[in-house]
């Protein structure tokens, strides 16, 4: 790994794989459980092709690129692309991540049609509400659809995926319905869905998903739910485990 060079109200964070860290910035949106379990969701294969929409810093790149052939990300904003562009040159991994800054509203003008076999989405949220804008912090709006809503992102996801591809989403399980509509008229069928609660008995609070293109309606696999922490607090064993903490009384 080359040195980190940190600028003013930036952090480096150990991502407990394969050595890698990352630069965060503590004024943007730093990433959090949400983007690690969407990471770990999919199964992934050695000459696959990956597309994240919505990059931010390039966690999720960061973390499967031992894992697949290659994995583009794309990002709007352009502080947040040259951040994740510099943790990919920290880490030494330019031959198997890229970054472009760009808007996946416009995927037709970034990348080849149906050239990816997986895409993986973190996307804003929550829509937001008449009067919301001047009041959010931009940390705040980074998690409502200021730039790109549901229904985006399922069609950048579709235009960007092969026959047989897959899309993996976090998300609210509120939305699950909405979500599936969107899928469904993008010629995408979920097959595999978890819901991720804070604490056993507590409902859940995000979910992940994953849908096929082009495969025939029916066949959801619903998985038992993740559950995030014990009662006292500390994570389970599952969560430690994708963490890559080897002290279950760890806390990350």
């Given at each position: ?7 003013e ?10 050595g890698r ?6 004024r943007?949106?730093c ?7 969407l ?53 030494e991994?330019?031959?198997r991540?890229s ?12 990348y080849?049609a ?25 940390v ?42 969107a ?35 029916g ?8 559950i ?9 064993e ?6 890559g ?8």
């Amino acid at each position: 790994m080359r040195e980190a060079v940190l600028r003013e109200h930036e952090r480096l964070d150990d991502l407990m794989r394969s050595g890698r860290k990352i630069i965060q910035d503590t004024r943007e949106f730093c990433f959090s459980l949400d983007a690690v379990l969407l990471a770990h969701f999919p199964h992934y294969r050695s000459r696959q092709r990956v597309l994240e929409l919505g990059t931010g810093t390039g966690v999720i790149p960061l973390l499967i690129a031992d894992e697949v052939a290659h994995v583009e990300a794309v990002e709007i904003s352009p502080v947040m692309a040259e951040l994740a562009a510099r943790n990919v040159y920290m880490n030494e991994l330019e031959a198997r991540i890229s970054v472009r800054q760009g808007d996946y509203r416009e995927i037709r003008t970034l990348y080849p049609a149906e050239s990816f076999d997986t895409v993986l989405a973190n996307p804003p949220y929550r829509p937001v509400a008449h009067g919301q804008v001047n009041k959010m912090s931009g940390v705040a709006r980074a998690r409502h659809e200021f730039t790109a809503r549901l229904v985006d992102v399922v069609r950048a996801a579709r235009y960007a995926l092969k026959f047989g591809g897959r899309f993996a989403m976090v998300h609210l399980p509120e939305r699950l319905g909405e979500i599936i509509v969107a899928m469904h008229e993008n010629q995408m069928e979920p097959k595999r869905l978890r819901m991720v609660q804070p604490k056993e008995g507590r409902a859940p609070n995000m979910m992940l998903i994953e849908a096929v293109v082009g495969a025939a309606p029916g066949g959801l696999k619903v998985m038992p739910p993740l559950i995030v922490h014990r009662e006292d607090g500390s994570y389970t064993e599952e969560i430690l485990a994708i963490y890559g903490m080897q002290d279950a009384g760890e806390n990350k």
